[in-house]
């Protein structure tokens, strides 16, 4: 009896050691997935055991991370031409590719601002400085040049254009009083206390914010149980919770 018990204390502590080094599923998703990310891996793990890293950073950051060989095994991008620029580069599994969720674009500013600004054509956004992402690449700064110039404001405003690298640092700058407008996701400004939206963009002012998310060719049968996981219903509550729009 003492035998059985010592070879199942041992069955036990070799079974614990195997789940702590079992290596995770790393995750390149965008900044703007943050919070979500860090819920829906919580989800991901309860269920399956296995665990899961999460890169986040500038989707356009992150396409040419996994392009210079960074062993990403899923890509989550919040927008749809840096996951185009890695299928191009058959950088991704086929058939593993997936819209996923939508978002809104927002203009935001501290949280004790007065200021009120209605997005119509012709707006005036004073000539304080306005923090997004970079318009050069990063998807909410694309965005928001999009919207500008369908708002026929762009040429008055491209010079007080904070480029942050990512739409979480451009947030911060409204959040920390830096700048006195900012143009973000709606789900990141309502994940900061310390902004408020001033006013919503109209739809049809720049495509619409698509979220697809991919298995890389780095990735294996793991990294395809996490995509099949985000796109199932306990998965949408989540995205839900945060103010995403489901797509499927």
């Known amino acids: 009896m003492a035998r059985l018990f010592a070879w199942l204390l041992a069955a036990c502590f070799i079974s614990g050691l195997a789940a702590a080094d079992e290596k995770p599923v790393l995750v390149f998703d965008a900044a703007s997935l943050t919070n979500v990310i860090d819920d829906l891996s919580k989800a991901f793990t309860d269920m399956t055991h296995v665990p899961v890293k999460s890169s986040p950073a500038a989707s356009s950051a992150l ?41 809104a674009l927002v203009l935001i500013a501290p949280a004790d601002s007065t200021v009120a600004v209605k997005l119509k054509k012709g707006v005036d956004f004073g000539s304080g400085k306005i923090a997004t992402g970079d318009p050069d690449s990063v998807p909410v700064g694309k965005y928001a040049k999009m919207a500008l110039e369908k708002l026929g404001a762009w040429d008055k405003v ?49 495509p619409p914010i698509t979220y ?25 509550e989540i995205f839900r919770k945060y103010g995403f729009q489901l797509l499927h």
Do not use: C
């Open 63 to 103: 396409a040419k991370q996994i392009e210079a060989g960074a062993p990403a095994d899923v890509f989550f991008s919040a927008d749809l031409e840096w996951m185009d620029y890695l299928d191009r580069k058959k950088l991704l599994k086929p058939g593993t590719r997936h819209n996923v969720v939508g978002n």
């Open 158 to 206: 491209s010079g007080q254009i904070v480029r942050a690298e990512n739409v979480r640092a451009a947030l911060a700058f409204v959040a920390r009083g830096e700048a006195p407008l900012g143009i973000v996701y709606k789900t990141d400004a309502l994940a900061e206390k310390k902004v408020r939206i001033v006013a919503e963009f109209p739809e049809d002012t720049h």
């Open 212 to 236: 697809p998310i991919a298995v890389t060719t780095h990735g294996g049968a793991k990294a395809q149980q996490f995509v099949d996981f985000v796109r199932t219903k306990p998965a949408g």
